[in-house]
């Protein structure tokens, strides 16, 4: 959950005159509770992120890893 860490720390780093965003992946196993439990609040940490700054918006790309998490981030077949 480095995303639910990462969106806590001071948030000067986005605030510039000009919107900045910035897309960040992760690979989960949406087949798994785990899987979509993740998924869930990830998405919701991202939306609360979006929500209160302007000047910087998250851009979450969510790859599914079907179980084998090391083949998806090797392959390099991120969108």
């Known amino acids: 959950m480095l ?3 990462w969106s806590r720390v001071k948030r000067s ?3 510039v005159p000009q919107r900045s965003d910035m897309s960040i ?3 989960l196993d949406l087949v798994s ?3 979509k439990h993740q998924k869930i ?3 919701i ?3 609360e992120f ?3 700054l302007s000047s910087c918006k998250l851009d979450l790309q969510i790859k599914d890893s079907h179980g084998n998490s ?3 981030i090797s392959s390099g077949n991120f969108p």
């Open 45 to 47: 940490a991202v939306k």
């Open 3 to 5: 995303l639910l860490a």
């Open 13 to 15: 780093h986005c605030l």
């Open 70 to 72: 090391a083949q998806v």
């Open 50 to 52: 979006n929500n209160q």
């Open 41 to 43: 609040a990830i998405e």
């Open 25 to 27: 992946g992760v690979v």
């Open 33 to 35: 509770l785990m899987g």
